[in-house]
């Protein structure tokens, strides 16, 4: 019987931290051949005794596969790590956190030098890599023929999301989520600060906390219909003015209870501008507004 199961590809990864090393793990474990390279060559010992090729240099490890995965500190790194790297015919992922401009201007960088690009934003921690069940993915964006030539590979580690050809949308996608976190978990500290030094558990409060949040989640929908039709009055449930007018009480219970407010002031003085340019009948989406500049506020 002749087994027809296709070989694995093989990958090199530049940078073994603490998410590169997960990285390289998940691709070990389901078969690939990976070749890595760290700046600190002691931090990929553990990686080669099971089972990878440790090379010397950034150069030699590009030169070892065409498929070349960064994963680094910055994009200053990565441009040192692969300032002497012939980088023809390679295809080059980099999974090294950036902004979209970088993302865009290594992209040129890579093509210049005779390389396909495409750039990633890991939507994960280390521990959720190479668990399909972790819900991680990894946003990518640059070239299509690129990402659907090494999908599947790709997707060993983590779930893949094509963000589109522009090389500098992964970064964007990933960057806009996390602002969004830490949004969120702003609120998050600013509610348990009111709560602390009362008689309330924090594991209760955290149960009540998460359903609310939960419950609350599906109004991103809400905004970006608005955002779309441009009309800031289509179904508005609580308008800008009365929410405005409600900040006052949130205000005065942070007082009464010790709590800083300066989590949520900034929030309510963009929204006291638009009540203050006479737009206190619109939903709170006009706030995109203000904050993107140019922007007809």
Not at 200 to 212: C, R, T
Request: include cysteine; proline fraction near 4%; charged fraction near 20%.
């Amino acid at each position: 019987m002749t087994d027809n199961a296709p070989t694995p590809a093989p990958v090199t990864l530049l940078g073994t931290g603490a998410m590169g090393t997960a990285l390289a793990r998940a691709w070990l474990a389901a078969g690939h051949p990976v070749t890595v390279w760290n700046r600190t060559p002691a931090r990929a010992e553990a990686l080669a005794a099971e089972g990878a090729t440790v090379v010397d240099s950034a150069d030699a490890a590009v030169a070892a596969n065409r498929l070349v995965v960064a994963c680094l500190l910055d994009d200053d790194s990565l441009g040192e790590a692969l300032a002497t790297a012939d980088l023809t015919g390679r295809d080059l992922v980099n999974l090294t956190t950036g902004t979209p401009g970088q993302g865009r201007a290594r992209a040129a960088w890579a093509e210049a030098r005779g390389a396909r690009f495409v750039d990633g934003g890991i939507m994960a921690v280390p521990p959720m890599i190479g668990s399909p069940d972790s819900g991680a993915f990894v946003f990518y964006s640059g070239s299509a023929a690129l990402f659907e030539e090494h999908r599947d590979v790709l997707a060993v580690p983590a779930g893949t999301a094509y963000a589109g050809t522009d090389a500098g949308f992964a970064a964007l996608h990933d960057v806009a989520l996390l602002s969004a976190m830490s949004g969120m978990f702003a609120g998050v500290f600013h509610a348990f600060a009111l709560v602390r030094r009362e008689d309330i558990a924090p594991k209760d409060f955290a149960s009540l906390l998460e359903g609310w949040l939960t419950a609350m989640a599906h109004t991103v929908h809400h905004t970006a219909d608005q955002l779309e039709s441009e009309d800031y009055t289509k179904n508005v449930v609580s308008h800008l003015a009365m929410q405005a007018a409600g900040n006052a009480t949130l205000l005065r219970t942070a007082e009464e209870q010790g709590v800083d407010p300066r989590l949520l002031t900034p929030y309510m003085e963009l929204m006291d501008r638009l009540v203050a340019q006479g737009r206190g009948e619109e939903d709170t989406t006009g706030i995109v507004d203000l904050l993107v500049s140019g922007s007809r506020s």
